[in-house]
Antibody, heavy 126, light 111 residues
Framework: EVQLLESGGGLVQPGGSLRLSCAAS????????MSWVRQAPGKGLEWVSA????????YYADSVKGRFTISRDNSKNTLYLQMNSLRAEDTAVYYC???????????????????WGQGTTVTVSS | DIVMTQTPLSSPVTLGQPASISCRSS???????????LSWLQQRPGQPPRLLIY???NRFSGVPDRFSGSGAGTDFTLKISRVEAEDVGVYYC????????FGQGTRLEIK
């Protein structure tokens, strides 16, 4: 069974930093792209960042570009999101999600998702 | 970015009756590989999103067959043949043809 477990959320002051982790199990982690998606309180879903299976390609939403860094450690089956220069508008539940196609079967630049974690809450406030 | 527009934003439905949600994209979702990467997600209260339908009409593992998807190009529909109490929540369409964007969500509630 595919399982994704996020951690690292919490309360942080504006301008601060936080690193989120997503521990994956139940599938060959290195074969799948992974994404971070966030949901502000009472709002809809926003795709934040994605990374290819090898880690060689990354994507960022304009809203976080230059402030957030996605990475992965395939030896530890873990996805990360380093968040710097945090703003109040970054307050959200952050979900990690598994890509829905493996390796060479994926179109270039494709980051569709099929399984989501339970999420971790990030609150940016003074 | 491709904009996804869902209608209605709220749908009160009687238990056992059908429900339908529409999703329109600002441009065609047909990928250069010939696939159309349109998915439907369900988010129950207090839960993470869950994939229901992918590539317009394919049910994900474990999804009941009362859920079905249809459409082409820029217009897509999610149908629930007979609404059950556990179907209450917010439904999102999502496109992955060009980057990823979501619809605003449709809240399904029981009358």
């Amino acid at each position: 069974e595919v399982q994704l477990l996020e951690s690292g959320g919490g309360l942080v002051q504006p301008g601060g930093s936080l690193r989120l982790s997503c521990a994956a199990s139940g599938f060959t982690f290195s074969s799948y792209a992974m994404s971070w998606v966030r949901q502000a309180p009472g709002k809809g879903l926003e795709w934040v960042s994605a990374i290819s299976g090898s880690g060689g390609s990354t994507y960022y939403a304009d809203s976080v570009k230059g402030r957030f860094t996605i990475s992965r450690d395939n030896s530890k089956n873990t996805l990360y999101l380093q968040m710097n220069s945090l703003r109040a508008e970054d307050t959200a539940v952050y979900y990690c999600a598994k890509g829905d196609c493996s390796g060479g079967s994926c179109p270039r630049g494709y980051y569709g998702m099929d399984v989501w974690g339970q999420g971790t809450t990030v609150t940016v406030s003074s | 970015d491709i904009v996804m527009t869902q209608t209605p934003l709220s749908s009160p439905v009687t238990l056992g009756q059908p429900a339908s949600i529409s999703c329109r994209s600002s441009q065609s979702l047909v990928h250069s590989d010939g696939n159309t990467y349109l998915s439907w997600l369900q988010q129950r209260p207090g839960q993470p999103p869950r994939l229901l339908i992918y590539k317009i009409s394919n049910r994900f593992s474990g999804v009941p067959d009362r859920f079905s998807g249809s459409g082409a190009g820029t217009d897509f529909t999610l149908k629930i043949s007979r609404v059950e109490a556990e179907d209450v929540g917010v439904y999102y369409c999502m496109q992955a043809t060009q980057s990823i964007t979501f619809g605003q969500g449709t809240r399904l509630e029981i009358k």
